[in-house]
T-cell receptor
C-alpha cells in the first residue's frame, strides 16, 4: 500500500518570503500522480498543483512550484512571495495512475502553514 | 457553475443512531468520492462511485455504506454510530473517472455524543 509522509506538522513564514513544505511517499508503482491540496480554515479543500510521475519537468502554478525527485520519492512544495491568504493546512496526496479509473487519494497528515505579516 | 454541495453541514447524533449524509456533485460530474477527516487519522478514503457503481472502497467497517443515484448525487450512511465516527466527512467530484482534478465540497461535520 502507498503511504505519504509530511514530516513538518507546522511551518511559518513571513509575508513575501519563500517557504518549502516537504513530502515523501512510498510506492512500488512506476506511474502515478502527486498533488498538493490546500485547506484554509473552515473552507473547502482546493487543488494547488499536480505532478504526473512520468514527467521529469517540475510543475509550476504561479507562485507555487514543486521539486519532484522520483528516485528519492520526494515531492516538496515551494511557495514564493507568501501572502496572508496562503495560510492553511497543506496536504500532499498520491494517486495511482488510472488503471480502471480509481481516483482514490492517499493523503499525508498535513502541514499547517502560518503566514506572519 | 455551482460547486460541490454537502448537506447537512453540521450534525449531532447519539451513539447507536444512524446517519445519512448527502453530496451533490458539480453539474455534469459523474464520479464521486468520500473521505473521512479526523485530527488523529487525517484524511482517509471511504469509497468512490462512478455511474451508480461503487468502484473502490476503503478500509472501513461495514457500518459505512454509500450509494450513487442516476443524477450522480451520492449518499453515505453510517449505522450504529460510535464516538470515533465523529469527523468531517468530505465529498469530492470529478467529470470523468480518472480525471486529474477532484473538486471537494465543504464537508459535513458529524459529532457523535
Amino acid at each position: 500500500a502507498q503511504t505519504v509522509t509530511q514530516s513538518q506538522p507546522e511551518m511559518s513564514v513571513q509575508e513575501a518570503e519563500t517557504v518549502t513544505l516537504s513530502c515523501t511517499y512510498d510506492t512500488s508503482e512506476s506511474d502515478y500522480y502527486l498533488f498538493w491540496y490546500k485547506q484554509p480554515p473552515s473552507r473547502q479543500m482546493i487543488l494547488v498543483i499536480r505532478q504526473e510521475a512520468y514527467k521529469q519537468q517540475n510543475a509550476t502554478e504561479n507562485r507555487f512550484s514543486v521539486n519532484f525527485q522520483k528516485a528519492a520519492k520526494s515531492f516538496s512544495l515551494k511557495i514564493s512571495d507568501s501572502q496572508l491568504g496562503d495560510a492553511a493546512m497543506y496536504f500532499c496526496a498520491y494517486r495511482s495512475a488510472p488503471q480502471g479509473g480509481s481516483e482514490k487519494l492517499v493523503f499525508g497528515k498535513g502541514t499547517k502553514l502560518t503566514v506572519n505579516p | 457553475k455551482a460547486g460541490v454541495t454537502q448537506t447537512p453541514r453540521y450534525l449531532i447524533k447519539t451513539r447507536g443512531q444512524q446517519v445519512t449524509l448527502s453530496c451533490s456533485p458539480i453539474s455534469g460530474h459523474r464520479s464521486v468520492s468520500w473521505y473521512q477527516q479526523t485530527p488523529g487519522q487525517g484524511l482517509q478514503f471511504l469509497f468512490e462511485y462512478f455511474s451508480e457503481t461503487q468502484r473502490n472502497k476503503g478500509n472501513f467497517p461495514g457500518r459505512f455504506s454509500g450509494r450513487q443515484f442516476s443524477n450522480s448525487r451520492s449518499e453515505m450512511n453510517v449505522s450504529t454510530l460510535e464516538l470515533g465516527d465523529s469527523a468531517l466527512y468530505l465529498c469530492a467530484s470529478s467529470f470523468l473517472q480518472g480525471s486529474y482534478e477532484q473538486y471537494f465540497g465543504p464537508g459535513t461535520r458529524l459529532t457523535v455524543t
